[in-house]
């Protein structure tokens, strides 16, 4: 009896108090007088973000087999990172017009080459030729209020995201010096050959979506890099890290850094691929070796990679710039455009990632090359095309991949719907030319699939974060992170 007086009264309670306003009651009333809980709502009210963080949840599973111990190389740094326009105003710039320049020689070089980059919203990375001019700036935006250091250098950041599975062993080679040591992850690996008396610094100037400086207004938040980063620059630890993987057994290996020699000139790239490519080619075919790309302006030096590198690594992973560039280099699909208009076209991307397969990878069982897999992200979705019956779960990895973009980017652990949006088209093509497939991405069952040839296709739409905190490295933690979720199939294909 005293039980229903006390429902009766909260029941009364909660009339009064929808009565004069509330919108809301508290949960403990709600579960008492046993009402349901009107905070949560019905599926069909929830957002297409709130779906597909759920979905996400539902669908990513690890792979059967996993990885176990995974060596990854070779280019390594501290980070710093600022606000671009702020450090500008700091070196007494004045805002202007902007220019792309390959190598930059002064400050004047940086400003037009940052203002040119962030008028489109882009990622870029110069190499600074002058070292002392560098160090000028370099002590400026060390001592910038509000300046970050970081671990820097994709190979660096990539096993730093692996090292937080703990079931996972990694070694990372680079050049690392006494400040970068302290900042890895205490499990890390580090051969003694990697350490070095100095840290390799380079700076990253941030700006946020709408900023502006002078007339120049950033349609999307992104990162403009540059250094004069010797070490890296001359990949001065690759043989150290082929010669440590005897002892270290990997069953995985990532590779990256190549793009930091198109700033030391011809001369010397052209010889230190060679070498590169003597050096890669010592790692038994049975260990997987992953390449990840970053930004480049030399054609010559990318088609030298298309050619000789890729042919001879299992796995790449890029972005949208790097992309539409390798294919420029070597006059593939698409090539005769600029620059990407707005959001990436999923039929143009769909043709290049299949080019490139096609002209460098294992699509035929004759072939003597090892490509077989392809990580492309853009901002608002990615695509894992791979080569049938070399790799698999690959749904679990796309989606994984771009669950981490989403998370990371707002400087979260988990997805918060709230703050991310969709971006992604919900209808697009299998390819720009006919025929041609008719695809939908379905929000509750996030990855669309579609094959040409004996190439599958993974998509996946990204959460883009509102308001990112930081964007640097996020494709090295989309690459680390579909590499987690992948399994490489060591059974002959076909």
Known sequence: MWRKASAAALLALAVGYFYHGGSELPEQILTYIGLPNIQTPPESQKSLEQVVSSAWETLITLPTRQWSRVAVGVNACVDVVVSGVGLLQALAVDPGSGLNHEVLHSKEDLKEAFIHYMERGAAAERFFSNSEVFQRIARAAAEYPGAKLYVGGNAALIAQKLATYPDLVVLLCGPIGPKLHEMLDEQMVVPPGSMQETDEYHLILEYKAGEQWGSTQAPQANRFIFSHDVSNGEMSSLETFVESLEEFDPELVVLSGLHMMEGQGRELWEDRLKEAVAAISEIPRDIPIHLELASMTDKDYMNSIMQEVMPIVSSIGLNEQELLFLSQAGEG?????????????????????????????????????????????????????????????????????????????????????????????????????????QLSLIPEQPVTVWRRGNVTFHLTAVLVCRQPLRTVGLGDAISAEGLVYSEFETQQPF
């Open 333 to 437: 699909p698409h090539a005769e455009m600029v620059a990407w208009q707005g959001i990436p076209d999923v039929g143009r991307v769909s043709d290049i990632l299949l080019w490139i397969l096609e002209q460098h990878g294992r699509i035929e069982p004759s072939s003597e090359a090892d490509l077989t897999r392809i990580h492309f992200h853009t901002l608002a979705y990615h695509i894992l095309a791979t080569v049938d019956g070399y790799w698999g779960n690959q749904a679990s990895a796309v989606m994984a991949g771009a669950r981490v973009a989403s998370s990371q980017a707002c400087g979260l652990q988990a997805v918060d719907p709230g703050k991310v949006e969709l971006k992604a088209p919900l209808e697009f093509y299998s390819s720009h030319a006919e025929p041609r497939e």
